[in-house]
């Protein structure tokens, strides 16, 4: 896993970087759709719960991690249950679904949502429309193979999309999610700065980007709970974030 690490940093941060930064600064990227958006359109009044959680009433925010599983993921999903906090994950499958299934299976049993970032973490929008679905298909059959459960969201590497993502999306039954909170821990190994980015940039839903797959992530993530929760946050996973509304197949989410 450390290998995978790296290679992320070393190949992918420079894009990465830049991605993130056209989508979070609005001046690009595609149509999205607002968690309060979802659950005002929603003709179903019965609201999806963690607990006792009903997002139209307390302020409600997300964790999702991407790129995992990991060698950090089980001491996370440890920090997760103690504290009693749902996560959403994003899994990819080439050197982590097939690695760790284990690891799948827990986050399934722990209540987590278990969803998908794509089998390579290839770009999407470079891909043939064939290409795109292998690279959606094959972590949907391994998740539900491994949890029972066929995943309903992705998460597309670096957030690029377009309308022929959307449309390949809308055949499988996925809704894209991407982000409105990034701590861009893939630029760190230092826990501080990644809570402090995050506390910075979060608001009421809110859709948190992590990674579990860097040094310095996990770390972090007990002082953000902590935190978060002492402003009033309740942390709930993507689903619970939009119900009594649905994530639509062929929509992005922020």
């Given at each position: 896993?450390?290998?995978?690490?790296?290679?992320?940093?070393?190949?992918g941060t420079l894009a990465a970087t830049?991605?993130?930064?056209?989508?979070?600064?609005?001046?690009?990227?595609?149509?999205?759709?607002?968690p309060s958006a979802v659950r005002a359109q929603a003709a179903d009044l019965r609201a999806a719960h963690f607990g006792t959680v009903d997002c139209r009433?307390?302020?409600c925010i997300a964790l999702t991690f991407d790129a995992g599983p990991?060698?950090?993921?089980?001491?996370?999903?440890?920090i997760l249950k103690e504290k009693q906090v749902p996560a959403t994950f994003f899994l990819l499958g080439?050197?982590?679904?097939?690695?760790?299934?284990?690891?799948?299976?827990?986050?399934?049993?722990e209540g987590h949502e278990v969803a998908s970032h794509t089998w390579d973490h290839k770009i999407l929008t470079r891909?043939?429309?064939?290409e795109i679905r292998e690279e959606l298909e094959r972590p949907n059959q391994e998740i539900e193979r491994l949890t029972g459960r066929?995943?309903?969201?992705?998460?597309?590497?670096?957030?690029?999309?377009?309308d022929t993502v959307h449309e390949i999306c809308r055949e499988l039954g996925l809704a894209e999610v991407l982000w409105s909170v990034t701590a861009?821990?893939?630029?760190?190994?230092d826990p501080d700065l990644i809570t402090r980015r995050v506390l910075a940039q979060a608001s009421r839903d809110g859709i948190i980007l992590l990674h579990d797959i860097y040094d310095g992530t996990v770390p972090a993530v007990p002082g953000i709970i902590d935190a978060l929760k002492e402003r009033g946050y309740v942390f709930v996973t993507v689903p619970q974030l939009l119900a009594p509304g649905r994530a639509e197949p062929g929509k992005v989410y922020r």
């Open positions: 896993m450390k290998k995978t690490g790296i290679s992320f940093r070393t190949a830049a991605a993130l930064t056209l989508f979070l600064s609005g001046c690009s990227g595609p149509d999205t759709t607002a009433e307390v302020k990991s060698e950090h993921s089980a001491r996370l999903l440890g080439k050197r982590h679904i097939e690695k760790y299934p284990e690891l799948v299976r827990r986050m399934a049993d891909l043939r429309p064939e066929r995943p309903t969201l992705m998460r597309p590497p670096q957030g690029r999309t377009d861009k821990d893939y630029t760190t190994t």
